[in-house]
C-alpha cells in the first residue's frame, strides 16, 4: 500500500525503511529537507493516491496538533490519519472529533523499539475503529516485530497511547529498579565487578530482561558510567501515568517514585534537604553541614 510518512526523525526515518523494506511505498516529508521525499503537506497528500492513510510521527504536543490542524484542511473525506507519536491519549479524542467532522478517520498508536526498531520491529499499541485500524493494518504488519506478539488493537480511540503510555511507566520503574541495584553494588567493597554481576545476569535469571542487555551495553562502553552527569530528563509519559492513577485512585508507588527520581536528579542541591537539616538542628542540635 501507500502512505504518507510526517516526522523522519530518529523514530519516523528507520520506520520509513522497515515499511519500504516490506514492499510498501512511503511518501514521507519532513521540515528537514535533507531527509524529506516532498518539501510540505500540501505536497505529500498530492502525491498519494485517495483513499490516503498519513501517519504523523513528530514530537507530542504542539507540532503534533499543529501538523493534525493542516490535514484536516488538506485531506478528503474517507482518508485516515494516524499519530504514531507519544502524545498524551486524552489529546486523541480531541483530534479524532477535529478529523471526524471533515470525515477523515484517526487511529492512535503507540510505537516502542526505539533506534533498534529498524532491524528487530516496533511494538504497536493501535485504537480506534475496525475499519479504520484495518485500513492500516499492512503497515502495522511491515512495522511489527516477526512473530506472533509485538501489536495489539489495544481498544477504542486513546486506547494505543494510553496503553504506551502505561509501558513508560513501567519502563521508568523497570530503569530506575536497576539503577538502584547498580549503584549499591558499586557502594560495597566484596563485590570486586559490578558489571560482569550484571553480565551474569543475562541468562537464567528472574530479572533478565532488553532493558537489563541495554545496561551491559552501557557498562560495556563506560565501566562505571564516569563520563555521565546523574541527570535525567522526561518527555512526559511518566507524568501521565501518574496523573492518570491519581484520576483512577490506583496506587503506582514504584513509578511515582521513579519519576520524582528523576526530578531530584536535575538538583545539585536539595533544597527539601536544607529544611530537614534544619528542622534536625532545630529540635535536635543534630549537626549541619554548611556552605
Ligand atoms: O517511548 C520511548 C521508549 O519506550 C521513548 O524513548 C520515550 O520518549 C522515553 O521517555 P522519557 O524521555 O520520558 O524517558
Same mark, same amino acid.
Given at each position: 500500500? =501507500?502512505?504518507?510518512?510526517?516526522?523522519l526523525?530518529?523514530?519516523?526515518?528507520?520506520?520509513?525503511e522497515r515499511?519500504?523494506r516490506?514492499?510498501?511505498?512511503?511518501?514521507?516529508?519532513?521540515?528537514?529537507?535533507?531527509? !524529506?521525499?516532498?518539501?510540505?503537506?500540501?505536497?505529500?497528500?498530492?502525491?498519494?493516491?485517495?483513499?490516503?492513510?498519513?501517519w504523523?510521527?513528530v514530537?507530542?504536543?504542539?507540532?503534533t496538533? &499543529? #501538523?493534525?490542524? =493542516?490535514l484536516?484542511?488538506?485531506l478528503s473525506p474517507?482518508?485516515?490519519?494516524?499519530?504514531?507519536?507519544n502524545s498524551?491519549? #486524552?489529546d486523541?479524542?480531541?483530534h479524532?472529533?477535529?478529523?471526524?467532522?471533515?470525515?477523515?478517520?484517526?487511529?492512535?498508536c503507540g510505537?516502542s523499539?526505539?533506534?533498534w526498531g529498524?532491524?528487530?520491529?516496533?511494538?504497536?499499541?493501535y485504537?480506534?475503529?475496525?475499519?479504520n485500524?484495518? !485500513?492500516?493494518q499492512?503497515?502495522?504488519?511491515a512495522?511489527?516485530?516477526?512473530?506472533?506478539f509485538?501489536?495489539?488493537?489495544?481498544?477504542?480511540?486513546?486506547?494505543?497511547? *494510553?496503553?504506551?503510555?502505561?509501558?513508560?511507566?513501567?519502563?521508568?520503574?523497570?530503569m @530506575?529498579?536497576?539503577?538502584?541495584?547498580w549503584?549499591?553494588?558499586?557502594?560495597?567493597? &566484596?563485590? #570486586?565487578?559490578?558489571?560482569?554481576?550484571?553480565?551474569?545476569?543475562?541468562?537464567?535469571?528472574?530479572?533478565?530482561s532488553?532493558?537489563?542487555d541495554?545496561?551491559?551495553?552501557?557498562?560495556?562502553?563506560?565501566?562505571h558510567?564516569d @563520563?555521565?552527569?546523574? *541527570? !535525567?530528563?522526561?518527555?512526559?509519559?511518566?507524568?501521565?501515568?501518574?496523573?492518570?492513577?491519581?484520576?483512577?485512585?490506583v496506587p503506582?508507588?514504584?513509578i #511515582?517514585? &521513579?519519576?520524582? !527520581? %528523576?526530578?531530584a536528579s %536535575?538538583q545539585?542541591d &536539595?533544597? @527539601?534537604?536544607?529544611?530537614?537539616?534544619?528542622?534536625r538542628? @532545630?529540635?535536635?542540635g543534630?549537626?549541619? =553541614?554548611?556552605k
Amino acid at each position: 500500500m =501507500e502512505l504518507g510518512l510526517v516526522g523522519l526523525g530518529k523514530m519516523g526515518g528507520n520506520m520509513r525503511e522497515r515499511i519500504r523494506r516490506a514492499g510498501h511505498t512511503v511518501i514521507g516529508y519532513d521540515r528537514n529537507p535533507d531527509l !524529506a521525499d516532498v518539501h510540505s503537506l500540501r505536497e505529500l497528500v498530492d502525491s498519494l493516491q485517495a483513499p490516503r492513510v498519513v501517519w504523523v510521527m513528530v514530537p507530542a504536543g504542539a507540532a503534533t496538533q &499543529s #501538523t493534525v490542524d =493542516e490535514l484536516a484542511e488538506l485531506l478528503s473525506p474517507g482518508d485516515i490519519v494516524v499519530d504514531g507519536g507519544n502524545s498524551r491519549w #486524552t489529546d486523541d479524542e480531541k483530534h479524532a472529533a477535529e478529523l471526524e467532522a471533515k470525515g477523515i478517520g484517526f487511529v492512535d498508536c503507540g510505537v516502542s523499539g526505539g533506534v533498534w526498531g529498524l532491524e528487530n520491529g516496533y511494538a504497536l499499541m493501535y485504537g480506534g475503529d475496525e475499519k479504520n485500524v484495518a !485500513a492500516v493494518q499492512p503497515v502495522f504488519d511491515a512495522l511489527k516485530p516477526e512473530g506472533d506478539f509485538g501489536a495489539v488493537h489495544a481498544g477504542k480511540v486513546g486506547a494505543g497511547h *494510553f496503553a504506551k503510555m502505561v509501558h513508560n511507566g513501567i519502563e521508568y520503574a523497570m530503569m @530506575q529498579a536497576y539503577a538502584e541495584g547498580w549503584e549499591l553494588l558499586e557502594k560495597v567493597d &566484596s563485590v #570486586t565487578d559490578v558489571r560482569e554481576v550484571f553480565r551474569s545476569w543475562q541468562e537464567g535469571t528472574v530479572i533478565r530482561s532488553w532493558l537489563l542487555d541495554l545496561a551491559v551495553n552501557a557498562l560495556d562502553e563506560d565501566e562505571h558510567l564516569d @563520563q555521565l552527569k546523574g *541527570f !535525567a530528563q522526561d518527555s512526559g509519559e511518566g507524568r501521565w501515568t501518574v496523573e492518570a492513577a491519581i484520576d483512577n485512585a490506583v496506587p503506582l508507588p514504584a513509578i #511515582t517514585a &521513579s519519576l520524582f !527520581a %528523576r526530578f531530584a536528579s %536535575r538538583q545539585d542541591d &536539595s533544597p @527539601q534537604m536544607k529544611m530537614i537539616a534544619a528542622l534536625r538542628n @532545630q529540635f535536635g542540635g543534630h549537626a549541619v =553541614e554548611k556552605k
